[in-house]
């Protein structure tokens, strides 16, 4: 009894937890250090084990809906709402749940990493509160309904991420990183609300599916595509696409290593964003051949210009993040592809199979973008500087970084057996069906990646001892280890994540009616 | 469990291919053992030969991070010049770059953007 409450519950637990934790966390922080960070740990581990029984359930019973407020807790339309889905609505699906485990599980491997590499910093009770809200904020984001809510959980996200970035001071330069991406948030997050406005003014409703369901039955008018062009544009900038990453390099490369393998993820919550409501709001009405171009051409530009850029940076953590906009656009290419074929044969030929790859490079990403992000943080913890014409010789006294930094650098350019070989593969296969110029030149970025990252390793770790250092924290080597793992399960075992994560979201996100007739069920409004 | 990986054009198999690495390194290992044994360690056999010339220091022979693609990034010098006066870091510039592509793609829907 107490069991399946707690499972019909998850939905709301999912964000209730951290974000009780993240309120709590000061007050705990004054009884002693040790007890903090074990009240982290513990709340983002039961966070991930919520978000992992969820995952089941979506698994074996399909889509879940949780309704804020109501009894029973999925009476998406009360008999006297007139048809119209009125409060809160949690809507998970497999793509939302995917993310949503995608997320936590950083974010937990961030905070375990946390323990020992902030340990000296002042302020601690304020970071991991942060950690905690933008965790919220991602989670939220990806859990949601509610075109309102996902506004507000989008707000907690940058403005807990702003913060986060700042963390460090640094002499102002932080400051100065976390408020130009404060400033991109904020109008970022006004466009949103702008764009709200608009669907919100057509359609009198906010829950996605409705106003999902009232477009298809009204046509595509011009108001919905200012909304659309809003929406996507924002989302876009927000998930770090070229031309407007120019937060990125700033953002993730003075935030503490932890934050930015978090920030990798709070981008994909917006690129989440930008696949959903393309998607599920704006696919069934919109020219989804334009929109999947239009995602193709901002994929490729992210792919070709970020690690072009990442190939002349000697600063360890901007090479990086010039490297994540560069994956990003993989993701943007393949999921691209999917929403250029949807609804014609070419979907079920290759459009499918892209989406696939572009969903399964999200988790993939994720996982090792967040670990190359901690490794740069051990040299940083260790060394004091980010500059690598400053490092050199690191291999001899850290090699458990070192082999880890090594198993990240050789999934990201997409070297089998690691994870990154296996999603790049699907979107080069699929995509070539598509048009074999774009998988070309995704093949050729990949090979700029791994000579980029040889650069880095060559520059941290070979040569001669310039610093006396020893191995960094175990909190620290076990952070590192979570992420991994996961790099090296989803490596050697590709059918685990595409067979339980990665068909069930892509079948998901690719089918907007299955969602809106989740939400709204038989009602007809 | 089926181990194979489906993709459009066939399968992939990472065990598999872990076998072959395998293989394949026992096989270099053999090689290698079939090599010379008795060189002498810390003599000149197991130096460098640079035209005669006597090797550099280790830490003088180090190419640094910002010089190691100079060749690369030096033949594609319009291209980059072009990407750094892109990257201003001026906040106005990056919201005037948000700004177009807004408009590039209201554009592109006008023009191309019927259901």
């Given at each position: 009894m107490m069991w399946d409450t707690l499972v019909q519950h998850s939905p709301a637990l999912i964000i209730a937890i951290p974000l009780l934790a993240a309120f709590a966390t000061p007050l705990i922080s004054k009884v002693s250090v040790r007890a903090r960070n074990i009240w982290v740990i513990l709340a983002l581990a039961l966070t991930e084990i919520f978000v992992v029984i969820l995952l089941y359930q979506v698994y074996n019973f399909g889509t879940q809906v949780y309704v804020f407020g109501a009894n029973p807790y999925d009476l998406t339309v009360p008999v006297d709402s007139r048809g119209i889905p009125i409060r809160i609505i949690f809507v998970v699906d497999a793509m939302s749940i995917f993310m949503a485990f995608t997320a936590a599980t950083v974010a937990l491997a961030g905070a375990i990493y946390s323990v020992s590499c902030e340990a000296e910093q002042t302020g601690q009770d304020k970071y991991y509160s942060l950690l905690l809200l933008m965790t919220v904020g991602m989670l939220g984001m990806m859990l949601t309904g509610d075109l309102f809510n996902f506004f507000v959980f989008l707000e907690i996200n940058s403005l807990a991420s702003a913060a986060l970035v700042a963390y460090r001071v640094d002499r102002g330069v932080a400051v100065e990183a976390a408020f130009k991406y404060a400033i991109i948030s904020s109008l970022g997050g006004l466009m949103v609300l702008f764009a709200i406005g608009i669907l919100y003014g057509q359609y009198?409703?906010?829950n996605m599916a409705m106003v999902a369901y009232r477009m298809q039955a009204t046509g595509f008018g011009n108001l919905d595509k200012i909304a659309m062009a809003l929406f996507t544009v924002t989302l876009a900038m927000k998930a770090g696409a070229i031309p407007m990453h120019f937060w990125v390099p700033d953002g993730y490369g003075k935030a503490p290593g932890a934050i930015s393998a978090m920030l990798v993820t709070a981008s994909q919550a917006s690129l989440y964003g930008l696949f959903r409501v393309n998607f599920t709001v704006f696919g069934l009405a919109a020219n989804t051949y334009t929109l999947g171009w239009f995602l193709i051409i901002l994929g490729v530009l992210s792919m070709f210009v970020g690690v072009t850029m990442a190939l002349i940076q000697h600063d360890i953590k901007r090479l990086m993040a010039y490297h994540a906009i560069s994956q990003t656009g993989y993701m943007l290419l393949g999921v691209g592809v999917g929403l250029a074929t949807l609804g014609t044969a070419a979907f079920s030929q290759y459009g499918f199979a892209a989406m696939e790859g572009g969903i399964f490079h999200i988790i993939n990403h994720a996982m090792y973008k967040g670990l190359l992000f901690l490794t740069a943080g051990a040299i940083i913890y260790r060394?004091?500087?980010?500059d690598l014409d400053k490092m050199g010789g690191l291999g001899h006294s850290m090699k458990y970084t070192m082999i880890f930094f090594m198993i990240g650098a050789l999934a990201i350019a997409g070297i089998p057996p690691f994870n990154g070989f296996a999603s790049k593969l699907l979107i080069y296969e699929s995509v070539y069906q598509f048009n074999p110029i774009l998988s070309i030149l995704a093949m050729i970025v990949s090979i700029l990646t791994l000579a980029s990252f040889v650069k880095v390793f060559h520059s941290a770790f070979m040569g001669p001892k310039k610093h006396d250092v020893k191995e960094v924290p175990v909190p620290m080597l076990i952070g590192m280890g979570i992420l991994t793992f996961f790099i090296i399960l989803f490596g050697l075992f590709p059918n685990i994540a595409m067979q339980y994560l990665v068909a069930p979201a892509a079948s998901a996100l690719s089918d907007p009616v299955g969602y809106i007739t989740r939400v709204l069920g038989g009602v007809v409004p | 469990m089926n181990l194979d990986f489906l993709t459009p054009y066939g399968f992939w198999n990472p065990i598999l291919w872990l076998l072959v690495i395998f293989v394949t390194l026992l096989i270099a290992y053999l090689l290698w053992l079939r090599g010379n044994p008795k060189y002498k360690k810390g003599?000149?056999?197991t130096q460098p030969f640079l035209s005669g010339y006597a090797p550099e220091s280790k830490e003088a022979m180090m190419v640094s991070a910002s010089n190691i693609y100079w060749g690369f990034t030096s033949s594609l010098k319009g291209y980059y010049d072009f990407l750094r006066k892109m990257h201003t870091g001026d906040v106005r510039d990056y919201l005037g770059w948000y700004v177009g592509i807004m408009a590039i793609m209201l554009l592109a829907y006008i023009l191309w953007g019927g259901a």
């Open positions: 009198d409703a906010l060394v004091g500087t980010s | 003599t000149d056999q």
